[in-house]
């Protein structure tokens, strides 16, 4: 009973270009390339203080609907500690609650599960509902399946949100089948419309396009998200419910042997300051330019896709869709034209800053600042003018 094929309880309500997501701040270093590079270095540092903690303040929108049922997050976690991503959802889907005038509750299955109740209530959570499976202190996709569709039975919550774990993506799949609602995967945006449906977007035709779908009639709204897109609230100090359950007697036919740690860390998640480059360095070896202004800043460098395709750079440092999604204070995208696949991946970054001598650069709708100017005059401008300024 646990596969069957029916008419997809989603519908894709509009289909448009991706959608502009920061407001620009543009020079052009073709008319004054000292001011403009000056002015950088200023945003740059501007960006790197202040920005340790997490940003600002939130403001609670105004309700569009009042919706009875709670907005559930759901904690993925492994030995006791809550993955940090669950912790973004957390923020994403506190808008949705204010919007929706409802709760925003965390779900945690498992056991020993005390630490992930206090981190949710910590960011953002009025209260949790908690699954606890005797037995199984870590993510079984049989029994938590199983524990989390009682769960939603019981309480029925309007929506359910899932980090994009792999463990937490497979759960959401597995569970929407047991429940017979639909599930819409890897959204960027979240938004509820003046009759107070969630409307979920997603990158689609190979992220040509985005799409927005809606889950008019089943319950709950399964929605999985992409990594590294949404910020955390700043934490709280923060208390609520706990609703437990206990769970007891639950089945598996999964059997682990060994758990095995990835050791391999991509260093572009770590970076504070990235520095993208593209096509626009014309050729491998002019990399070299881009590496000396990283070396000043103490930035990781990064590449679009057709350079690690050609093997200038290695493949772990692409970044993207269909590479790493980054989150650094600073994102410095250098000769890059700004594809929507390239641009889901540096969402996540505090501010944008794009160097490109295309003023008509779709990076240039999606960035903080921008300058208008060949990369070969306005890079080594800057390397000059850090090296005077720190001189
Ligand atoms: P281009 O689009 O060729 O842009 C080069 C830019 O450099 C232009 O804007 C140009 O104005 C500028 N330029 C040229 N000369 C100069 C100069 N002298 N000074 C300043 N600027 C200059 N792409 C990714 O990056 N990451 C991904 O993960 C990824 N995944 C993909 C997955 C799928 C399924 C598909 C279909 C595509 C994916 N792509 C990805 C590819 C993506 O669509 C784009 O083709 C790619 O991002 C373009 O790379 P680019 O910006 O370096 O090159």
């Known amino acids: 009973s646990m596969i069957g094929l029916a008419a997809s309880p989603t519908k894709v309500i509009r289909v448009r270009p991706p959608p502009k997501m920061r407001n620009a701040e543009i020079k ?32 609670k929108p105004e309700p ?25 959802i957390l923020g994403a889907a506190r808008r949705v609650a204010d919007l929706m005038n409802t709760k925003l509750a965390a779900v945690v299955i498992g056991d020993e599960i005390d630490n992930i109740i206090d981190t949710a209530f910590k960011y953002g959570a009025d209260r949790v509902y908690a699954g606890v499976t005797e037995g199984y202190k870590n993510y079984d996709n049989d029994a938590y399946t199983e524990a989390l569709s009682l769960m939603i039975k019981k309480y029925s919550p309007e929506a359910i949100f899932y980090p994009g774990t792999s463990n937490a993506r497979e759960l959401a799949s597995t569970t929407a089948i047991q429940v017979n609602t639909g599930l819409i995967a890897d959204c960027i945006i979240f ?34 998200t992409r990594s590294g897109v949404f910020s955390a609230m700043p934490p709280m100090d923060k208390k609520g419910d706990v609703i437990k359950e206990d769970i007891k ?3 598996t036919r999964i059997k682990l042997l ?38 000043r800043l103490g930035a990781v460098v990064g590449v679009s896709k057709p350079l690690a395709d050609m093997g200038w750079y290695p493949k772990d440092r692409q970044v993207g869709q269909t590479g790493t999604t980054i989150h650094p204070n600073v994102y410095i ?46 890079v080594p401008e800057l390397i000059k003018r850090l090296g005077e300024q720190n001189a």
Not at 36 to 53: P, Q, R, Y
Not at 205 to 224: H, L, Q
Not at 265 to 294: F, H, M, P, S, T
Request: proline residues 3%; contains cysteine; hydrophobic residues 35%.
């Open 258 to 295: 060994e758990y095995k740690k990835l050791e391999k860390r991509n260093i572009l998640n770590d970076a504070d300051i990235v520095i993208g480059v593209g096509r626009g360095i014309v050729n491998r070896d002019n990399i070299g330019i881009v590496e000396d202004l990283a070396n």
């Open 249 to 251: 007697d639950l089945k």
């Open 64 to 88: 569009v609907t009042k919706v009875d049922h709670d907005i559930w997050v759901y904690m993925d976690h492994y030995d006791g500690n809550v993955n940090s991503t669950s912790l973004e």
């Open 28 to 59: 052009n270093a073709n008319d004054d390339l000292k001011g403009s590079v000056d002015w950088l270095i200023s945003k740059i540092k501007e960006s790197m203080t202040g920005m340790k903690t997490s940003s600002g303040v939130y403001e």
């Open 333 to 378: 995208a250098i000769g890059i034209s700004g594809a929507i696949q390239h641009l889901v991946g540096i969402q996540g970054s505090k501010k944008i800053i794009a160097i490109n001598n295309d003023p008509s650069a779709p990076i240039f709708e999606n960035c903080d600042y921008g300058i208008v100017g060949d990369l070969f005059t306005v």
């Open 191 to 224: 938004d509820v419309d003046e009759k107070g449906q969630l409307l979920s977007t997603r990158p689609d035709f190979g992220g040509k396009e985005t799409s927005t779908i809606i889950c008019p009639n089943n319950r709950p709204i399964m929605v999985t």
